[in-house]
C-alpha cells in the first residue's frame, strides 16, 4: 500500500509533478506515491475519492493546496497543517440562527486529520465551504459561528472520505490570501504555490 496525494487543480503543484515528470491526467500513478487531481470544490473531491480512494491499495492520504486565512498571525505563502475541518454550509437557517447538521440530528460536519506526525507546521482549525467568503458581512457572521483559522473548498471533503474508508489523512495548506472582501491584488497564489511545493519536493513521501 503507498500514499495518495489529493489536490484540486494540477496548478497548485505543477512544480511537483514536473519535478515526476507526470502526464496530465486526473489521476497519475507511480510506484511509490498517486497523484489525485479532483477538481474544484466538496463535489467533484467526493465524487473523485469514491471513485479512486481504494483501502486496499492506499494506506495514507495526503491532501495539499491553498487555502485563505482569517487569521492575521498566518503569513501569507505561510504552509499550516490542518488538524480539524468542517463544512460550514451543512445545516439550516431559522432566520438570523444557523443550525448545524448535529443539532439537526442528520450526522457531524467537522472531521479530524489522522496523521498525527509533527511537521513544524502551525496546527489550524479550517472549514471548507462552496463559496470562499469576499463580503465584510458573511466574513463576520462566519467568525462569529465558527473558531477556525483557514477556509478552502476541499478540505473537509478529503477527511470526511478517508474517516469513511479508515485510512489515515493530513491536510496541509498554504496561505493564499486573506479572508477579507475582495481583493485580488492582495493575493499571494504564486508565492503560496512556491511555498507548497518546495514543501512537497522537500519530503521523503514515505514518512509521510
Same mark, same amino acid.
Given at each position: 500500500m503507498k500514499?495518495?496525494?489529493?489536490?484540486?487543480?494540477?496548478?497548485?503543484?505543477?512544480?511537483?509533478?514536473?519535478?515526476?515528470?507526470?502526464?496530465?491526467?486526473?489521476?497519475?500513478?507511480?510506484?511509490?506515491?498517486?497523484? $489525485?487531481?479532483?477538481? *474544484?470544490?466538496?463535489? =467533484?473531491?467526493? %465524487? !473523485?475519492?469514491?471513485?479512486?480512494? /481504494?483501502?486496499?491499495?492506499?494506506?495514507?492520504?495526503?491532501?495539499?493546496?491553498?487555502?485563505?486565512?482569517?487569521?492575521?498571525?498566518?503569513? $501569507?505563502?505561510?504552509? *499550516?497543517?490542518?488538524? =480539524?475541518?468542517? %463544512? !460550514?454550509?451543512?445545516?439550516?437557517? /431559522?432566520?438570523?440562527?444557523?443550525?448545524?447538521?448535529e443539532n439537526l440530528g442528520f450526522g457531524k460536519s467537522t472531521y479530524q486529520s489522522t496523521g498525527n506526525k509533527n511537521y513544524n507546521l502551525k496546527t489550524v482549525n479550517a472549514i471548507t465551504v462552496n463559496k470562499v467568503h469576499g463580503n465584510a458581512d458573511s466574513i463576520a457572521k462566519t467568525q462569529a459561528l465558527f473558531a477556525v483559522q483557514t477556509e478552502s473548498m476541499e478540505g473537509a471533503a478529503v477527511f470526511y472520505a478517508c474517516s469513511i474508508q479508515n485510512i489515515s489523512c493530513i491536510q496541509i495548506r498554504a496561505i493564499s490570501n486573506y479572508v477579507e472582501p475582495r481583493n485580488r491584488n492582495n493575493w499571494e497564489i504564486g508565492l503560496a504555490v512556491k511555498n507548497l511545493n518546495d514543501w512537497l519536493l522537500s519530503k521523503e513521501l514515505s514518512t509521510i
Open positions: 500514499l495518495l496525494i489529493v489536490v484540486a487543480t494540477r496548478a497548485e503543484i505543477a512544480p511537483f509533478l514536473s519535478h515526476f515528470n507526470l502526464p496530465d491526467q486526473p489521476l497519475m500513478e507511480t510506484a511509490d506515491f498517486d497523484v $489525485l487531481v479532483t477538481g *474544484v470544490g466538496m463535489v =467533484a473531491t467526493a %465524487f !473523485a475519492l469514491g471513485q479512486h480512494l /481504494d483501502k486496499n491499495k492506499y494506506n495514507r492520504v495526503l491532501n495539499v493546496g491553498i487555502a485563505g486565512s482569517f487569521d492575521r498571525n498566518i503569513s $501569507l505563502g505561510e504552509l *499550516v497543517n490542518v488538524s =480539524a475541518d468542517t %463544512f !460550514a454550509e451543512l445545516g439550516a437557517e /431559522d432566520h438570523e440562527s444557523f443550525i448545524g447538521i
